[in-house]
């Protein structure tokens, strides 16, 4: 029997199966079809970026391993992520940091971006149907330092507020060309590496400076702010912490972004979900696996994003969330971890939108705590994986593990060449 007879037969089985529980099979795969990804696109290169003036990955982030093959320039980057999103079902954002921008050999300090810097970049979108996703980059630079927006220094402070406010500036200019909200995220590493006694002088300076930055309101672009527990080295303050970031996004009216990486590791970010969406108008995800604290992983199926996927799903928010994804694991094939994490989020979201929810709210309401307990567990053992595989036979990319030796085949022949 072919590979595609047996996953249809498969499939068959599974919509019968769920069809009994009250899930409707058909409607899940053409929710799946609608579901895109924001690809970061600091994966392929190690988050090295195209500045010609670049230094070395700095600002409490940092990435290991030396695996061979890293994307080297703007050409390889745009290839390699053209190779991985071919073993990825549906369609798919693509996420860039500002230290991405076409330059062209010139040399374009951070508050002297442009949108001209990011013209081939909607182009190249466009040609592929892949729409863009934004970041300012406070880290990697001679003025980066320990603070950014809530530095003392009024010289370095305006610095980043004007890179920032340029990169609004960049994130509308594609939102209008691709007609479709740009989705800009804005994170710092500010903070200190031992304890300070100006927490709320450093909290005032950023909160002073976020203001600044969103003075203006544009109609194709969303903003975003996102938190962190530590740096690595401004290990006991940051400034903009997630209580600090809450409370500006829900007075401001502001989306949250939330990184599972972000938190400490008996946090559930899951927990999260239902209470920002009563506040904020949006939320933003960066999903990572967090092995200790922000270590980066490439994302699998663990729990923490199995129940991060299911609490979207059952606050009924599929709509108002944006999923990204945010590691950079430069010690396996680049390629083929682009294409594990991402299919990852997406076997959690087809989990997630399997579930028999219908009953399980009917048995909550009723007081069936048994009931409602039972098949919670029985889903777990439903055949999803059944529906996963369909969803990639339609979509046109490999099943299964059928993609391993495809990406093993492009390493000999393309990244691996590359010194």
């Not at 982030?61 to 190779?83: H, M, S, V």
């Amino acid at each position: 029997m072919k590979k595609e007879e047996w996953v249809r037969k498969a499939y068959e089985i599974a919509a019968e199966r769920y069809a009994a529980v009250g899930v409707d099979t058909e409607k899940v795969l053409a929710t799946m079809k609608d579901f895109h990804l924001s690809l970061h696109c600091w994966q392929a290169d190690d988050v090295a970026g195209f500045e010609v003036q670049a230094g070395a990955l700095s600002g409490g982030i940092q990435t290991t391993g030396n695996y061979p093959g890293r994307a080297r320039d703007i050409d390889e980057l745009r290839a390699d992520i053209l190779k991985a999103t071919s073993y990825i079902p549906g369609t798919h954002r693509l996420n860039l940091h500002e230290i991405y921008g076409d330059f062209k050999g010139e040399v374009v300090d951070r508050d002297q971006v442009e949108p001209k810097h990011f013209e081939s970049w909607v182009q190249w979108g466009r040609e592929h149907g892949m729409k863009l996703d934004f970041n300012s980059t406070s880290f990697s630079h001679p003025k980066s330092g320990d603070l950014t927006l809530s530095n003392p220094d009024q010289s370095i402070r305006d610095f980043w507020i004007e890179h920032t406010k340029r990169c609004r500036t960049v994130a509308e200019a594609m939102g209008k060309a691709q007609d479709d909200p740009c989705i800009m995220n804005l994170w710092v590493h500010d903070g200190s590496k031992d304890i300070t006694v100006n927490r709320l002088k450093y909290r005032e300076l950023l909160k002073d400076s976020l203001d600044q930055i969103f003075a203006i309101d544009y109609a194709h672009m969303k903003d975003c702010v996102e938190s962190k527990v530590f740096g690595i080295g401004l290990e006991s303050y940051t400034v903009g912490s997630n209580d600090f970031y809450i409370g500006y996004g829900a007075s401001r009216g502001k989306m949250v972004t939330l990184d599972t990486g972000h938190f400490h590791p008996t946090e559930s970010v899951a927990d999260k979900v239902s209470s920002l969406l009563l506040y904020v108008p949006e939320l933003m995800l960066h999903v990572s696996r967090p092995v200790r604290w922000d270590s980066d992983h490439v994302t699998i199926m663990d729990d923490p994003t199995l129940d991060l996927f299911s609490e979207i799903i059952r606050c009924d928010a599929m709509d108002r969330v944006h999923y990204g994804l945010d590691y950079f694991d430069a010690s396996i094939n680049r390629i083929g971890a682009y294409v594990v994490g991402s299919r990852a989020a997406q076997k959690c979201m087809t989990r997630a939108l399997l579930e028999p929810i219908a009953t399980l709210r009917r048995y909550e309401a009723n007081g069936q705590g048994f009931e409602r307990l039972a098949l919670l567990e029985e889903a777990k053992s439903l055949p999803w994986n059944a529906v996963w595989d369909m969803f990639c036979l339609v979509s046109g990319v490999p099943v299964g593990e059928d993609f391993i030796p495809e990406i093993e085949k492009y390493e000999s022949e393309v990244t691996s060449k590359r010194r």
